[in-house]
C-alpha cells in the first residue's frame, strides 16, 4: 500500500508540470500582441506601450524562455488582471470559490446518496414497473442538456410558482451582511446562517440553492444509477449471494450487507468522473441560476474573452482533478486491495 | 432518429428558406426584441400551412418567434447543424484516437509511453471545461462560429478512443498472423492497416456511435454560452440561450424553452437508444441489464 502512494504521489508532480506546459500551450495560440493587450488594463497612452509590455512579460523571447516566465509567475500567484471580476484573476478565483463549494457540498451527498440507493432498488426489482421507471429517468437524464433542465425547472418554480428564486442569496440578506449585523464567518452561507443562529437566513439560502442542486445531481443521478444497477446485478448472480440466501439469511440483510458491499466496489471508481461531471456542470448550472461561483465567473470571462480568466480557472480546474483523481485512486487501493498489486 | 434524418432531408420544403443561398440563417420576423407567441393552439395546422405554401413562415409562426428569429425554422434547420456536428466531432474524434492508439500500441515501448503521457494529460481538464477554454483562445483568430466550437471538442475528445483501441490492439499484436505477416516482411503501415486495425477497430466504432449524442450535447452546451454558433445561426444551443434573458417570464414564454429543448432531448435520446440497442446486439449477455 505505501510502495502504491509513493508511486502515485511521485507522478504529482509530473501531471501538474503536464498542465501547467498544456495550458501555456493553449495559451501561446495567440500571437504576442494579443497575449501583451490581455495584459493592458487600460487604453495604452503612448505608441510605444504594446513593445514594453511585451519586452516586460518576455513575450519577444523564444517560447521554452517565454513557459519559462509564465510558470514562475503562477508560482507566485500572479495569473493576471481579471478584466470580468476586476481584481487580479487568483483574488477572483478565491473570491468567488466559496459560493461554488457551498453549492458543491450540497449537491455532492444527495446525488452520491441517492444516485446509489436508487441503482439499488432498480437492480433488486429487475424487470419490474419500478425498475423501468428508474431506467427511462436516467436515460431522460442523460440525454436532457443541462441548461434546458435548469431552465425548465426555473420556469415552473421560479417563473411561475415563486417558490425558487434564482441567486445566490434575498436582499435582505446582502443588506444585512453590509450593515453588519450578519457576519459571515465562513463565507458559506447555509453555515454562517447557523452560527449566527439565524434560521431565515438559513432558509433563504436553501430556497436559493434548491434549484441548481437538483440541476447539478441530476445527470450525476443518471451516471450513478446505470452504474450500480449494473454492478449490482452482476453481484447479485454470484454464487455466494446464492449461499447467503440458501442459509436462510433474511432478504434485506443479503442485500444490504452481502450484495451492496461488493457491488460498490466498481462504483468507487466513478468517483473521478462525478468530479468531472461536478466541475463541468457548475459553469453551465451557475450561469443558468445566476449563482455568483466560479463557474458563471469563467463562462462570463469566456464570452468576453477575458483569456487571463478562462486560463486561470482552467489551470484551477486540471490542478484540482489531478489532486481529486489521486484521492479517489487512493481510496479506491484501500477499498479493493487487488488494485495495489499492478 | 429516422424521424430526424428525414426532417434533416426535407428541411427545404418543410421550412422554406428565405435566402436559397443562406439556409443557415434563420428567418427574421419583424424587428422586435419580445418573444411573440406560436400562432394559433395548434403548431401542426400552422406546419402543414407552410408546407402547403398557404402561408409563409413569418405568418404561420408554429413555435413562436424569439427576438424576432422564428423558432420553427430554426429547429428544422438545427437538425441539419445537429447531425453534422455530431458525426463530424465524433468521426475526428475516433479517427484520431485510432491513429495516437493505434501507433502507440504497435510499437510499443517508449512512443507508447509519451502517447500515452500525452493522453493523460490531455485527460487532466474537464473536457467542458478544457473546451470552452479554447473556444475562447481560439475565437480571435476564427471568429465565432461551428468551426471553433467543434475544434475544441475534437481536441479534447479523442483520448477514450485512443485508450480503448491501443488495449484492443495490445491484445491483438500478439497474434500468430502478425508474427506472420512481419516475418514475410511486411512493411509496418501495411500490418497495422490490413492485419491490425480491420481486427481491433468495431468496439472503438460502437463506443464511437454511443457517444455522438454526448457532442451534440456538449456542442449544445458551447453554444448555449456564447462560444459556438454566431447568433442567428439554426443552432438548438444558440436558440435556447435567448431565454436566458427572460427568466422571470418563462412561464408566458415557455415556447422559447420548451421547443429547441425537446428537439435536443429527442435527437440525443434517440443516439443513445441506438448506442444501447447496438451494443445489445454485440454483447448480448449485457441485454437489458446497463
Same mark, same amino acid.
Given at each position: 500500500?505505501?510502495?502504491?502512494?509513493?508511486?502515485?504521489?511521485?507522478?504529482?508532480?509530473?501531471?501538474?508540470?503536464?498542465?501547467?506546459?498544456?495550458?501555456?500551450?493553449?495559451?501561446?495560440?495567440?500571437?504576442?500582441?494579443?497575449?501583451?493587450?490581455?495584459?493592458?488594463?487600460?487604453?495604452?497612452?503612448?505608441?510605444?506601450?504594446?513593445?514594453?509590455?511585451?519586452?516586460?512579460?518576455?513575450?519577444?523571447?523564444?517560447?521554452?524562455?517565454?513557459?519559462?516566465?509564465?510558470?514562475?509567475?503562477?508560482?507566485?500567484?500572479?495569473?493576471?488582471?481579471?478584466?470580468?471580476?476586476?481584481?487580479?484573476?487568483?483574488?477572483?478565483?478565491?473570491?468567488?470559490?466559496?459560493?461554488?463549494?457551498?453549492?458543491?457540498?450540497?449537491?455532492?451527498?444527495?446525488?452520491?446518496?441517492?444516485?446509489?440507493?436508487?441503482?439499488?432498488?432498480?437492480?433488486?426489482?429487475?424487470?419490474?414497473?419500478?425498475?423501468?421507471?428508474?431506467?427511462?429517468?436516467?436515460?431522460?437524464?442523460?440525454?436532457?442538456?443541462?441548461?434546458?433542465?435548469?431552465?425548465?425547472?426555473?420556469?415552473?418554480?421560479?417563473?411561475?410558482?415563486?417558490?425558487?428564486?434564482?441567486?445566490?442569496?434575498?436582499?435582505?440578506?446582502?443588506?444585512?451582511?453590509?450593515?453588519?449585523?450578519?457576519?459571515?464567518?465562513?463565507?458559506?452561507?447555509?453555515?454562517?446562517?447557523?452560527?449566527?443562529?439565524?434560521?431565515?437566513?438559513?432558509?433563504?439560502?436553501?430556497?436559493?440553492?434548491?434549484?441548481?442542486?437538483?440541476?447539478?445531481?441530476?445527470?450525476?443521478?443518471?451516471?450513478?444509477?446505470?452504474?450500480?444497477?449494473?454492478?449490482?446485478?452482476?453481484?447479485?448472480?454470484?454464487?455466494?449471494?446464492?449461499?447467503?440466501?440458501?442459509?436462510?439469511?433474511?432478504?434485506?440483510?443479503?442485500?444490504?450487507?452481502?450484495?451492496?458491499?461488493?457491488?460498490?466496489?466498481?462504483?468507487?471508481?466513478?468517483?473521478?468522473?462525478?468530479?468531472?461531471?461536478?466541475?463541468?456542470?457548475?459553469?453551465?448550472?451557475?450561469?443558468?441560476?445566476?449563482?455568483?461561483?466560479?463557474?458563471?465567473?469563467?463562462?462570463?470571462?469566456?464570452?468576453?474573452?477575458?483569456?487571463?480568466?478562462?486560463?486561470?480557472?482552467?489551470?484551477?480546474?486540471?490542478?484540482?482533478?489531478?489532486?481529486?483523481?489521486?484521492?479517489?485512486?487512493?481510496?479506491?487501493?484501500?477499498?479493493?486491495?487487488?488494485?495495489?498489486?499492478? | 432518429?429516422?424521424?430526424?434524418?428525414?426532417?434533416?432531408?426535407?428541411?427545404?420544403?418543410?421550412?422554406?428558406?428565405?435566402?436559397?443561398?443562406?439556409?443557415?440563417?434563420?428567418?427574421?420576423?419583424?424587428?422586435?426584441?419580445?418573444?411573440?407567441?406560436?400562432?394559433?393552439?395548434?403548431?401542426?395546422?400552422?406546419?402543414?400551412?407552410?408546407?402547403?405554401?398557404?402561408?409563409?413562415?413569418?405568418?404561420?409562426?408554429?413555435?413562436?418567434?424569439?427576438?424576432?428569429?422564428?423558432?420553427?425554422?430554426?429547429?428544422?434547420?438545427?437538425?441539419?447543424?445537429?447531425?453534422?456536428?455530431?458525426?463530424?466531432?465524433?468521426?475526428?474524434?475516433?479517427?484520431?484516437?485510432?491513429?495516437?492508439?493505434?501507433?502507440?500500441?504497435?510499437?510499443?515501448?517508449?512512443?507508447?509511453?509519451?502517447? =500515452?503521457? &500525452?493522453?493523460?494529460?490531455? #485527460?487532466? /481538464?474537464?473536457? $467542458?471545461?478544457?473546451?470552452?477554454?479554447? +473556444?475562447? %483562445?481560439?475565437?480571435?483568430?476564427?471568429?465565432?462560429?461551428?468551426?471553433?466550437?467543434?475544434?475544441?471538442?475534437?481536441?479534447?475528445?479523442?483520448?477514450?478512443?485512443?485508450?480503448?483501441?491501443?488495449?484492443?490492439?495490445?491484445?491483438?499484436?500478439?497474434?500468430?498472423?502478425?508474427?506472420?505477416?512481419?516475418?514475410?516482411?511486411?512493411?509496418?503501415?501495411?500490418?497495422?492497416?490490413?492485419?491490425?486495425?480491420?481486427?481491433?477497430?468495431?468496439?472503438?466504432?460502437?463506443?464511437?456511435? =454511443?457517444? &455522438?449524442?454526448?457532442?451534440? #450535447?456538449? /456542442?449544445?452546451? $458551447?453554444?448555449?454560452?456564447?462560444?459556438? +454558433?454566431? %447568433?442567428?445561426?439554426?443552432?438548438?444551443?444558440?436558440?435556447?440561450?435567448?431565454?436566458?434573458?427572460?427568466?422571470?417570464?418563462?412561464?408566458?414564454?415557455?415556447?422559447?424553452?420548451?421547443?429547441?429543448?425537446?428537439?435536443?432531448?429527442?435527437?440525443?435520446?434517440?443516439?443513445?437508444?441506438?448506442?444501447?440497442?447496438?451494443?445489445?446486439?454485440?454483447?448480448?449477455?449485457?441485454?437489458?441489464?446497463?
Amino acid at each position: 500500500m505505501l510502495a502504491y502512494i509513493i508511486r502515485r504521489l511521485l507522478l504529482l508532480p509530473i501531471l501538474l508540470l503536464g498542465v501547467t506546459v498544456f495550458v501555456f500551450a493553449i495559451f501561446s495560440l495567440l500571437s504576442p500582441e494579443m497575449r501583451a493587450s490581455l495584459y493592458l488594463s487600460d487604453v495604452p497612452k503612448s505608441p510605444d506601450a504594446m513593445e514594453r509590455i511585451i519586452h516586460k512579460y518576455g513575450l519577444d523571447q523564444p517560447i521554452h524562455i517565454q513557459y519559462w516566465q509564465w510558470l514562475n509567475q503562477i508560482i507566485r500567484g500572479d495569473l493576471g488582471w481579471s478584466r470580468t471580476a476586476q481584481r487580479p484573476v487568483s483574488e477572483a478565483l478565491l473570491y468567488y470559490l466559496p459560493a461554488t463549494l457551498e453549492l458543491s457540498l450540497w449537491a455532492m451527498l444527495p446525488v452520491i446518496l441517492i444516485g446509489i440507493w436508487l441503482g439499488i432498488l432498480s437492480a433488486v426489482h429487475q424487470n419490474k414497473l419500478i425498475d423501468h421507471t428508474l431506467r427511462v429517468f436516467a436515460l431522460v437524464g442523460w440525454s436532457l442538456p443541462t441548461f434546458v433542465f435548469g431552465l425548465l425547472l426555473l420556469m415552473y418554480f421560479y417563473a411561475k410558482l415563486q417558490w425558487f428564486p434564482p441567486g445566490q442569496i434575498s436582499d435582505w440578506v446582502t443588506r444585512e451582511v453590509i450593515n453588519g449585523s450578519f457576519i459571515r464567518y465562513t463565507q458559506l452561507y447555509t453555515i454562517d446562517a447557523l452560527l449566527n443562529g439565524r434560521l431565515d437566513v438559513f432558509w433563504d439560502s436553501l430556497r436559493h440553492l434548491f434549484l441548481p442542486v437538483i440541476t447539478l445531481s441530476y445527470v450525476q443521478w443518471a451516471l450513478l444509477l446505470r452504474v450500480t444497477r449494473s454492478s449490482m446485478l452482476e453481484t447479485l448472480r454470484q454464487e455466494y449471494i446464492m449461499t447467503a440466501r440458501a442459509k436462510g439469511l433474511k432478504e434485506s440483510v443479503v442485500i444490504n450487507k452481502h450484495a451492496t458491499r461488493n457491488a460498490m466496489i466498481p462504483v468507487a471508481t466513478m468517483g473521478g468522473l462525478l468530479l468531472i461531471g461536478l466541475l463541468n456542470g457548475v459553469v453551465i448550472t451557475e450561469t443558468i441560476f445566476n449563482y455568483p461561483g466560479i463557474g458563471r465567473w469563467a463562462a462570463d470571462a469566456a464570452i468576453r474573452l477575458d483569456i487571463l480568466s478562462v486560463v486561470g480557472f482552467t489551470l484551477f480546474n486540471g490542478v484540482l482533478l489531478v489532486v481529486g483523481n489521486l484521492i479517489v485512486d487512493l481510496l479506491y487501493a484501500f477499498i479493493d486491495p487487488r488494485v495495489r498489486l499492478d | 432518429m429516422l424521424f430526424f434524418v428525414a426532417i434533416a432531408i426535407a428541411a427545404p420544403w418543410l421550412a422554406p428558406p428565405e435566402n436559397p443561398y443562406e439556409p443557415y440563417r434563420i428567418v427574421r420576423c419583424g424587428y422586435t426584441h419580445m418573444p411573440q407567441p406560436p400562432n394559433g393552439n395548434n403548431p401542426l395546422e400552422q406546419i402543414w400551412k407552410v408546407i402547403t405554401k398557404q402561408a409563409t413562415i413569418c405568418e404561420a409562426r408554429p413555435f413562436g418567434l424569439i427576438q424576432s428569429y422564428d423558432i420553427y425554422y430554426g429547429i428544422i434547420w438545427g437538425t441539419r447543424t445537429a447531425f453534422f456536428v455530431g458525426l463530424v466531432i465524433t468521426g475526428l474524434n475516433v479517427l484520431i484516437g485510432l491513429l495516437i492508439g493505434s501507433i502507440g500500441a504497435y510499437f510499443g515501448r517508449w512512443i507508447d509511453e509519451i502517447l =500515452m503521457r &500525452i493522453t493523460d494529460i490531455f #485527460l487532466a /481538464f474537464p473536457f $467542458l471545461v478544457a473546451a470552452i477554454t479554447l +473556444a475562447a %483562445v481560439l475565437q480571435p483568430t476564427l471568429g465565432r462560429g461551428l468551426l471553433t466550437a467543434m475544434i475544441a471538442l475534437i481536441v479534447f475528445g479523442w483520448m477514450g478512443y485512443a485508450r480503448l483501441i491501443r488495449g484492443d490492439i495490445l491484445a491483438i499484436k500478439e497474434r500468430e498472423y502478425v508474427y506472420a505477416a512481419q516475418a514475410v516482411g511486411a512493411p509496418h503501415y501495411r500490418i497495422l492497416l490490413r492485419h491490425i486495425i480491420p481486427n481491433a477497430i468495431y468496439p472503438t466504432l460502437v463506443v464511437g456511435s =454511443m457517444d &455522438i449524442g454526448s457532442y451534440v #450535447l456538449s /456542442f449544445a452546451a $458551447l453554444s448555449f454560452l456564447g462560444l459556438g +454558433a454566431e %447568433v442567428g445561426y439554426a443552432d438548438w444551443g444558440q436558440m435556447i440561450s435567448f431565454a436566458r434573458d427572460w427568466i422571470p417570464r418563462l412561464s408566458d414564454h415557455w415556447y422559447i424553452v420548451v421547443y429547441p429543448g425537446m428537439a435536443i432531448l429527442l435527437f440525443v435520446l434517440g443516439w443513445n437508444l441506438i448506442g444501447d440497442a447496438f451494443r445489445d446486439i454485440l454483447d448480448p449477455r449485457l441485454k437489458g441489464r446497463i
